[in-house]
């Protein structure tokens, strides 16, 4: 009986999927206790209606666990090729974390090999980006076949997952065997005049994506494909060719780089990156200076500011007047560097007085160039009124060598606030001082509850790398913590060590307590900020917890007059923060709800800590294809107007109100 009950339910969920929200049912109850056992997962693997199997494998695979193994390779087999692409995309992200397969890697190989050869293109695509996550010594073999193949969509793909699997060498090296990172790295003599065919593709997705694979990996063969793909005719693959000179840093690419300074706002940023990372910054035009982007100004000035002549009547006057507050902190900063200390110190201290947190915070960077004199004037900067400023000095004390550094410390260590508790544990962990891990051992102590999760997980790393008897009784006793996020640290780091145990299970995670809320079509937000407005569509069915908390968050006005804390050109806005300082949030975290949906321009996705399931208030927005971001964030939204205005947020810029379309 009770299993017709059950089998009755999820036919209403399946027939009701309009109706979304972060109630799900047992689907919901299963995902967040992590049980591939749960008897709504096991009627639905069995069930007639396609839609409740592949919500089985989305349940599947957002579980992190081993466990969902079995289940997951069922259902990369089945019928239908919906159920097979959801099943392949789960196996993909458990590829991410070792843990998560420990013994099982063989038995996925299989699986994921048969799908490279699946009829269906959708299931292939998936099949393709699963084996860049997991990174096989066979990757590149299997990939070279969709390289060459007619299906642009694979190609496409391929080039990502090449990506993906040489980040993952580069990011496990530091603990392979010596020789083990020279085996994969770099692309062989075939692969590269693969790419250097595709670089010449009709179709400007392949090219973007063989500029991709070398603005995110440093391979110096590829210089000469850059150099082609920096005056294509598309303006992301030219974005992408720039990003990848900057990163090769070859003074060769410097002409490509100064006709990118004439091209797109973008174009600009990214041109004037690479001839700074080139030291071809003498070439600048100084009428980049009068940018109509303040992102520019801001940008050229850092780049001009490290030249032979920089031009300082030039920065003087933009300090004085710009009307942008990145740009007039990039100049005081820029400043610092040619103008005698003991004048740049009064003035300085002048700065300390003025009302903007945001240029109080860029006199404590400019601060680096007053010798002798700055471990005075970072003194009194943390004295200062705002958390903001007192962080910033305190990880500035972080390059100071003076035993005075630790008396100034005692302020910190008593306070409640988070951001500058966090910003002591940055301070501690560029410290190689016997006192470290006493110190971060208190704090430590002192940062018990869900709001300290994020200072916990930097200690147990702290911990992690000081090697001795006592940090690994620490280390022990971190093992048991609360938080899975932090627990993990310790745990992995023990086992490095040569100990491993049954470790009890983390406290569970407080709920959101906006799951309840539900919606008959995707909501739709307005962000009214400081610079206009823009509007987001949300994908309920794809993070249906994550849409319901941020709507539910924005119905109660919890977003009203918060800052966009962190802005990256050319990457992204973050905000949402109720404390406006990055290190902020919710009393509660959210389980990481990873789609297949990608980031492109506009895309809303959820920042979290180390760990992923610990999103919670904050939110961020792209600005352009991201796919280094592709399955390790959530993405539940997307900018559908208001583009201009994403391009024009600036750091310090507030979220007047944000309201919900009705």
Same mark, same amino acid.
């Given at each position: 009986?009770?299993?017709?009950?059950?089998?009755?339910?999820?036919?209403?969920?399946?027939?009701?999927?309009?109706?979304?929200?972060?109630?799900?049912?047992?689907?919901?109850?299963?995902?967040?206790?992590?049980?591939?056992?749960?008897?709504?997962?096991?009627?639905?693997?069995?069930?007639?209606?396609?839609?409740?199997?592949?919500?089985?494998?989305?349940?599947?695979?957002?579980?992190?666990?081993?466990?969902?193994?079995?289940?997951?390779?069922?259902?990369?087999?089945?019928?239908?090729?919906?159920?097979?692409?959801?099943?392949?995309?789960?196996?993909? !992200?458990?590829?991410?974390?070792?843990?998560?397969?420990?013994?099982?890697?063989?038995?996925?190989?299989?699986?994921?090999?048969?799908?490279?050869?699946?009829?269906?293109?959708?299931?292939?695509?998936?099949?393709?980006?699963?084996?860049?996550?997991?990174?096989?010594?066979?990757?590149?073999?299997?990939?070279?076949?969709?390289?060459?193949?007619?299906?642009?969509?694979?190609?496409?793909?391929?080039?990502?997952?090449?990506?993906?699997?040489?980040?993952?060498?580069?990011?496990?090296?530091?603990?392979?065997?010596?020789?083990?990172?020279?085996?994969?790295?770099?692309?062989?003599?075939?692969?590269?005049?693969?790419?250097?065919?595709?670089?010449?593709?009709?179709?400007?997705?392949?090219?973007?994506?063989?500029?991709?694979?070398?603005?995110?990996?440093?391979?110096?063969?590829?210089?000469?494909?850059?150099?082609?793909?920096?005056?294509?005719?598309?303006?992301?693959?030219?974005?992408?060719?720039?990003?990848?000179?900057?990163?090769?840093?070859?003074?060769?690419?410097?002409?490509?780089?100064?006709?990118?300074?004439?091209?797109?706002?973008?174009?600009?940023?990214?041109?004037?990156?690479?001839?700074?990372?080139?030291?071809?910054?003498?070439?600048?035009?100084?009428?980049?200076?009068?940018?109509?982007?303040?992102?520019?100004?801001?940008?050229?000035?850092?780049?001009?500011?490290?030249?032979?002549?920089?031009?300082?009547?030039?920065?003087?006057?933009?300090?004085?007047?710009?009307?942008?507050?990145?740009?007039?902190?990039?100049?005081?900063?820029?400043?610092?560097?040619?103008?005698?200390?003991?004048?740049?110190?009064?003035?300085?201290?002048?700065?300390?007085?003025?009302?903007?947190?945001?240029?109080?915070?860029?006199?404590?960077?400019?601060?680096?160039?007053?010798?002798?004199?700055?471990?005075?004037?970072?003194?009194?900067?943390?004295?200062?009124?705002?958390?903001?400023?007192?962080?910033?000095?305190?990880?500035?004390?972080?390059?100071?060598?003076?035993?005075?550094?630790?008396?100034?410390?005692?302020?910190?260590?008593?306070?409640?606030?988070?951001?500058?508790?966090?910003?002591?544990?940055?301070?501690?962990?560029?410290?190689?001082?016997?006192?470290?891990?006493?110190?971060?051992?208190?704090?430590?102590?002192?940062?018990?509850?869900?709001?300290?999760?994020?200072?916990?997980?930097?200690?147990?790393?702290?911990?992690?790398?000081?090697?001795?008897?006592?940090?690994?009784?620490?280390?022990?006793?971190?093992?048991?913590?609360?938080?899975?996020?932090?627990?993990?640290?310790?745990?992995?780091?023990? !086992?490095?060590?040569?100990?491993?145990?049954?470790?009890?299970?983390?406290?569970?995670?407080?709920?959101?307590?906006?799951?309840?809320?539900?919606?008959?079509?995707?909501?739709?937000?307005?962000?009214?900020?400081?610079?206009?407005?823009?509007?987001?569509?949300?994908?309920?069915?794809?993070?249906?917890?994550?849409?319901?908390?941020?709507?539910?968050?924005?119905?109660?006005?919890?977003?009203?007059?918060?800052?966009?804390?962190?802005?990256?050109?050319?990457?992204?806005?973050?905000?949402?923060?109720?404390?406006?300082?990055?290190?902020?949030?919710?009393?509660?975290?959210?389980?990481?709800?990873?789609?297949?949906?990608?980031?492109?321009?506009?895309?809303?996705?959820?920042?979290?800590?180390?760990?992923?399931?610990?999103?919670?208030?904050?939110?961020?927005?792209?600005?352009?294809?991201?796919?280094?971001?592709?399955?390790?964030?959530?993405?539940?939204?997307?900018?559908?107007?208001?583009?201009?205005?994403?391009?024009?947020?600036?750091?310090?810029?507030?979220?007047?109100?944000?309201?919900?379309?009705?």
């Amino acid at each position: 009986m009770l299993r017709v009950i059950v089998w009755f339910l999820l036919v209403w969920l399946g027939c009701g999927a309009s109706l979304w929200g972060a109630d799900l049912g047992p689907f919901g109850v299963a995902e967040e206790n992590e049980d591939p056992r749960h008897p709504s997962l096991l009627v639905a693997l069995r069930s007639v209606d396609a839609s409740l199997r592949v919500r089985a494998a989305r349940s599947m695979g957002r579980m992190q666990t081993p466990r969902a193994l079995d289940a997951l390779r069922l259902l990369a087999s089945d019928a239908d090729e919906k159920v097979r692409t959801m099943a392949i995309f789960g196996l993909g !992200q458990l590829g991410w974390e070792v843990s998560w397969t420990q013994g099982h890697r063989d038995a996925i190989k299989g699986v994921l090999r048969r799908a490279l050869g699946d009829p269906s293109v959708g299931v292939r695509r998936a099949a393709i980006e699963a084996v860049g996550k997991y990174a096989f010594v066979e990757t590149r073999l299997w990939l070279t076949a969709f390289l060459r193949g007619a299906e642009v969509s694979l190609r496409v793909e391929a080039l990502r997952a090449l990506f993906r699997a040489a980040y993952l060498w580069q990011r496990r090296a530091a603990t392979a065997p010596k020789g083990w990172l020279a085996s994969r790295l770099p692309l062989s003599r075939v692969m590269m005049q693969d790419l250097q065919r595709l670089s010449k593709s009709k179709e400007a997705e392949v090219r973007a994506g063989v500029a991709y694979y070398f603005a995110r990996i440093n391979d110096p063969q590829g210089l000469s494909i850059l150099l082609d793909l920096a005056d294509d005719a598309h303006a992301q693959v030219r974005l992408f060719a720039l990003q990848g000179l900057q990163k090769l840093a070859n003074p060769k690419g410097a002409e490509a780089a100064l006709r990118g300074t004439s091209s797109a706002v973008a174009h600009r940023i990214a041109a004037l990156q690479a001839l700074e990372a080139m030291k071809q910054v003498h070439r600048v035009s100084d009428l980049l200076s009068r940018d109509k982007s303040a992102h520019t100004r801001a940008v050229w000035v850092r780049v001009r500011s490290k030249g032979l002549r920089p031009p300082l009547a030039l920065f003087r006057a933009m300090w004085k007047s710009d009307p942008s507050r990145s740009v007039r902190s990039a100049a005081l900063i820029a400043l610092g560097q040619h103008t005698d200390p003991d004048a740049f110190l009064l003035e300085l201290i002048g700065v300390l007085h003025q009302k903007d947190i945001f240029l109080r915070e860029a006199a404590v960077a400019a601060s680096a160039w007053l010798g002798w004199r700055r471990l005075s004037f970072l003194e009194m900067a943390l004295q200062d009124q705002h958390v903001l400023v007192r962080s910033a000095a305190l990880m500035a004390l972080a390059k100071e060598k003076s035993p005075r550094v630790w008396s100034l410390l005692q302020r910190a260590l008593r306070s409640e606030e988070l951001a500058e508790r966090g910003a002591l544990v940055m301070f501690l962990a560029a410290q190689k001082s016997p006192r470290v891990q006493d110190i971060a051992w208190d704090l430590y102590q002192k940062s018990r509850g869900e709001r300290w999760v994020e200072v916990r997980e930097e200690i147990a790393q702290i911990l992690a790398r000081i090697r001795n008897p006592q940090t690994t009784h620490l280390l022990d006793l971190v093992a048991h913590d609360e938080a899975a996020s932090v627990a993990r640290i310790a745990q992995q780091a023990l !086992q490095k060590r040569g100990i491993s145990k049954p470790w009890p299970l983390a406290k569970a995670r407080r709920a959101s307590p906006y799951r309840g809320v539900r919606f008959s079509r995707n909501p739709v937000v307005v962000f009214e900020t400081t610079r206009g407005s823009f509007s987001v569509v949300f994908f309920a069915e794809d993070a249906p917890i994550h849409v319901a908390t941020v709507v539910g968050l924005v119905e109660k006005g919890f977003y009203h007059g918060l800052l966009w804390h962190r802005v990256i050109p050319n990457f992204v806005i973050q905000g949402g923060d109720p404390d406006g300082t990055g290190w902020g949030g919710g009393d509660f975290s959210l389980r990481a709800e990873i789609n297949p949906r990608r980031f492109v321009r506009g895309t809303l996705g959820m920042p979290r800590a180390m760990g992923w399931d610990t999103g919670s208030v904050q939110l961020f927005f792209t600005h352009g294809q991201t796919p280094h971001l592709d399955g390790q964030y959530t993405v539940f939204g997307q900018i559908r107007k208001g583009f201009e205005v994403l391009d024009r947020i600036e750091r310090g810029d507030r979220i007047l109100r944000a309201y919900r379309v009705p």
